[in-house]
Nanobody, 115 residues
Framework: QVQLVESGGGLVQPGGSLRLSCAVS????????MSWYRQTPGKERELVAT????????TYTDSVKGRFTISRDNAKNTVYLQMNSTKPGDTAVYYC????????WGQGTQVTVSS
């Protein structure tokens, strides 16, 4: 059964850091391009970062370039998002999924950047 379980969110002050995790079951992330997405109330889900399953470079939406880093641990079947230099605009629920052919979404993890 396919399952995505995001964790690691919380309240962080502007400029702080968080590391999000996405534990995947039901398929091997080593065979797929994986991404992190985020969503705020009333807005569409936004693609944040993508990591391929080969040597292609990771990609990021412009607003997080230089601050966020996506990575993967194939042995743990887990995808990560390191968030540094956070800003209030990063406040959202964060989700992971395949970049293409989405599977059922997990519950997400809430990130709140506020002083």
């Amino acid at each position: 059964q396919v399952q995505l379980v995001e964790s690691g969110g919380g309240l962080v002050q502007p400029g702080g850091s968080l590391r999000l995790s996405c534990a995947v079951s039901g398929f091997l992330i080593s065979s797929h391009v994986m991404s992190w997405y985020r969503q705020t109330p009333g807005k569409e889900r936004e693609l944040v970062a993508t990591i391929t399953n080969d040597d292609a470079p990771t990609t990021y939406t412009d607003s997080v370039k230089g601050r966020f880093t996506i990575s993967r641990d194939n042995a743990k079947n887990t995808v990560y998002l390191q968030m540094n230099s956070t800003k209030p605009g990063d406040t959202a629920v964060y989700y992971c999924n395949k970049r293409h052919a989405w599977v059922s979404w997990g519950q997400g993890t809430q990130v709140t950047v506020s002083s």
